[in-house]
Every structure is written in C-alpha cells, then in structure tokens.
C-alpha cells in the first residue's frame, strides 16, 4: 500500500510564504502525476497546480507567478511554494498522488490514486 502525509501548512502574514509538503512513502513504484488543490469555507474543491511525470506543470490563473509546484523523485515528495501569499489564498490544501505501486520484484504493479489529510493555510491581511 501507498500511504500520504502532508506537512506545511499555517498561519502566515498577507505577501508572506508557505512551502507545502506532501510525502508517499510505502510501495512507491512511481508517482505518474501529482496536483494540489484547495477548498475555502463554503466553496468547492480547486486545482490549485499539477505536474506531470516529465515534469510539465500547469498551474490555475489565480496562482500563476505566485506558486511552484515540484517534485522530488528521491524523496517521493511534492512540494507546493507559495510565496505573496493573499488572504484570499486561505484554504485547506489537498495533494493528490497517481501513479504505480511496487509489486514483488520491484516492478509496476497496481495503480493508485491517493488525497492527503488535507493541511490549513491561514492567510491575514
């Protein structure tokens, strides 16, 4: 099994930065994409970033310049940076993991498709 856990979140001055961690650990044969989204209070669920597994990356409008999503192969993790943060980036912040897991014999073996838990950024005027 694949397991997520992401890390980063928090309270954070307007124009100020956050990095986001969201880390696979378990049987991890790859990670084929890997996206962040957010969902504010009385909202719906948005894709914030995506990136790929050659590394192309689209990002939403409103995040464009702002954030950078990445990735590191060796750790398994994914990384959001979120610099001049606005309080209209407050939002609990979603990782989202697809890829392959590890079967016996260190070769592909099942897909998954992963959430985290979900972490809080708070951004203040």
């Known amino acids: 099994q694949v397991q997520l856990a992401e890390s980063g979140g928090g309270l954070v001055r307007a124009g100020g930065s956050l990095r986001l961690s969201c880390a696979a650990s378990?049987?991890?044969?790859?990670?084929?994409?890997a996206a962040w989204y957010r969902q504010a209070p009385g909202k719906q669920r948005e894709l914030v970033a995506t990136?790929?597994?050659?590394?192309?990356?689209v990002y939403a409008d409103s995040v464009k310049g702002r954030f950078t999503i990445s990735r590191d192969y060796a750790r398994n993790t994914v990384y959001l940076q979120m610099n001049s943060l606005k309080p209209e980036d407050t939002a609990v912040y979603y990782c989202?993991?697809?890829?392959?897991?590890?079967?016996?014999?260190?070769?592909?073996?099942?897909?998954?498709?992963?959430w985290g838990q979900g972490t809080q950024v708070t951004v203040s005027s």
């Open positions: 378990g049987n991890v044969f790859s990670i084929d994409a």
């Open positions: 989202n993991l697809e890829g392959l897991q590890n079967s016996k014999g260190d070769v592909a073996g099942d897909p998954y498709n992963l």
């Open positions: 990136v790929t597994s050659t590394s192309n990356t």
